[in-house]
C-alpha cells in the first residue's frame, strides 16, 4: 500500500503551507552571463540559494522540499560543465550534510546512481543512513533524475516483485510504492525559477494535481522574499481536483 493517497483517487487535504514544495533550479547560466562570468559561477552561487531554500521551507514548517539538481538529459551539456557539477555535488554532500543532520533534516536523492562516480553514490549512501531516523523537513534532491525514468522504473521494479502483474491489470495502488517519491505525498506547489514554463521531465507523475508556479527570477536571485510570492500565489488558487467551485468548502487561508 502507498504511504499516501494519491490525488487522482481521493481528494487530498489542503493546507495553507504547502507540505510540498517542488522547484527546478533554473537560470544558473544566464545569471552568470549577464555579469560576464563563467556558467559555472552560477552554479557556485545557486548553492547559496539552496541554503537559504533549504532554512526558508524548514521554518515555514514545509515539510518535504525537492529541488531539481540535474536532470537525465544534463548529461548532454559540454564535458567540462558536468564535471563542475559532479564535482560541486561531491563538496556540498561533504560540507552539508553534518550541518543538516544537526538540524533534524532528513537527506534523500532520487534518480539513477549507476551513471555516477562511485564516490559520489558513497557519499548518497552516507547521507541518506545519516539522515533517516530526521523528523524534521525532508529535503530530497533530483540528481539524474527523469519523470519517464521514474515510471519506467517504478513499472520494471514492480513486475520484478509481483510476476503476476505482467498478464493482470496494474492500478495506481500496485506502482505508487515503486515510484522514486512513495515516501513524500504529492508536490501541492511547483517552482520554476529562470523564465522557461516547462517541467524538463521533472517529476511528471506526481506533479498531476499541482499547482505550478513560474518565475522570471534566476536560481542565484531567488530568495525569501520571492518564496513568499510564490506561497501567495498558490494560496489564491481554488484547488479543485475535478470538482467544480461549488462543491469546494470556504479555505480559511
Ligand atoms: C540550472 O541552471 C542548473 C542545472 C541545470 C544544473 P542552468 O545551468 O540550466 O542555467 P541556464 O538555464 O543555462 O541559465
Ligand atoms: C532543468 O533545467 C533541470 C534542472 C534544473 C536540474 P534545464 O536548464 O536543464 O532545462 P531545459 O533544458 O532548459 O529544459
Ligand atoms: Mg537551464
Redo the contacts with the bound molecule.
Sequence with gaps: MALFKSSTQAVPEVACVPRHIAM??????????KRFLP?VA??KQ?VETLREMVKACDELGVEFLTL????SE?WR?PQE?VSF?MGLFLTVLEREVNKLDKKGIRLKLIGRRDRFAPEIVRMIEAAEARTAANTGLTLTIAADYGGRWDVLQATQALLRARPDFATGTVDEDALTPYLAMSYAPEPDLFVRT?G?ARISNFLLWQLAYTELYFTDV??PDFDRAQLQIAIDSYRQRERRFGRTSEQLKESAC
Design positions: 527546478i533550479m533554473d537560470g544558473n547560466g544566464r545569471w552568470a552571463k556558467r552560477g552554479h545557486g531539481f539538481a540535474f536532470s544534463n551539456r560543465e557539477l529562470g522557461e534566476f536560481w
